[in-house]
């Protein structure tokens, strides 16, 4: 239990780091290529937690921890970025580009659709069920094409940085440094943090899917949550929008796709099947989110709703195996 409590205060703490070089960075770069960095260096401690997973042999922990980065991300992170930005402002509404959250909802769902598919063979026990560990790497490879093509015209888009924005404090090699350190620091954090994990889920006597989607995924995203949160009550709306939805986008869309990949190699195989209802929670927060950012703006009430969504998936968690 203290080992897992050093760890997660340890996660916490390179967020904090993260999130300050992250601010310092997107003073020099546009709100694209800032967020598309981030939730790179963002999304490590999710890799390398789920490759421990893998090589200790907890498949479940391993596919709800990278589900719940999706969901975490999607619902309880974007969430309290919405409310903490729409709060500050005068009119109580938050406002930002409606292009990302629109291409992050299509590249949620092109994940899903994967997801779905083989659940429905599953629960049909037709001839694609016995071969889904073909049809995930299939998946994974064309689906980590879309999101280079995507990368390619998204970064190309990026207007530039905020005329307006204070001179960073620190030099551009500092902040990338501070960047790097980061990520590199999280592997090791991860691997503690994984190693300390079955005792303490036999220690609280919860389940492993809500250690994986709630506990896991929180912690190691750590990061999104303290930086989208800070940039938010800043009022700058665009760059925190930029980070969370980048990072829904990249672990669904590429971090996901190289797991399946990468998990080759490793004694116990990751693949794009998921128990159903986690299948349909993947597809409902694909719809809500779209429904709620894709306008370009979001007001507190819409917060509320992403977090309670949240809430209500975390307590169907805690009773899965």
């Known amino acids: 239990m203290l080992a897992f409590a050093l760890a997660t205060v340890s996660l916490a703490g390179i967020a904090w780091m993260v999130s300050f070089a992250v601010d310092q960075t997107g003073r020099r770069f546009g709100p694209a290529i800032t967020g598309v960095m981030h939730s790179t260096v963002g999304n490590l401690p999710e890799f390398f937690v789920v490759i ?42 938050m406002r930002f580009s409606p292009r990302l959250p629109n291409d992050t909802a ?19 026990a037709d001839r694609a069920s016995h071969h889904v560990e073909t049809i ?26 905020d005329a307006g924005l204070e001179r960073p404090r620190l030099s551009q090699s500092a902040s990338l440094g ?9 592997a090791f954090v991860s691997d503690w943090f994984v190693h300390a994990l079955t005792p303490t889920i036999n220690t609280l006597n ?18 999104e949550n303290v930086t989208g949160v800070v940039l938010a009550t800043k009022g700058r709306s665009e760059l925190a929008i930029s980070v969370v939805k980048n990072s829904v986008g990249q672990i669904a869309a590429f971090l996901y796709p190289a797991l399946v990949l990468v998990s080759l190699l490793t004694a116990t195989r990751l693949t ?5 209802v986690y299948a ?16 370009g703006e979001a007001t507190a009430f819409e917060g509320a709703a992403l977090v309670a969504a949240f809430v209500i998936l975390a307590t169907v968690a805690a009773f899965e195996p």
Do not use: C
């Open 178 to 186: 501070l960047l790097i350190a980061g990520g590199v620091a999280s």
């Open 280 to 295: 349909g929670a993947l597809f409902g927060t694909a719809v809500i989110v779209w429904q709620i950012t894709g306008d």
């Open 52 to 93: 421990f997973a893998l090589g200790a042999g907890q498949l479940i922990v391993a596919e709800t921890a990278i589900l719940g980065s999706i969901l975490v991300n999607a619902l309880l992170v974007l969430g309290l970025v919405i409310l903490a930005g729409a709060l500050r402002e005068r009119e109580g509404v």
């Open 272 to 276: 794009f099947s998921l128990a159903p």
């Open 106 to 124: 299509t590249l949620l769902l092109l994940s899903t659709f994967i997801i779905i598919l083989i659940s429905l063979a599953h629960s049909s």
């Open 206 to 223: 919860i389940s492993k899917s809500f250690a994986g989607l709630v506990i896991v995924a929180i912690a190691g995203n750590a990061v």
């Open 136 to 161: 995930s790497i299939i998946g994974a490879v064309v689906i980590l094409l879309v999101y280079g093509a995507w990368l390619r015209q998204y970064l190309r888009s990026d207007p530039g940085p």
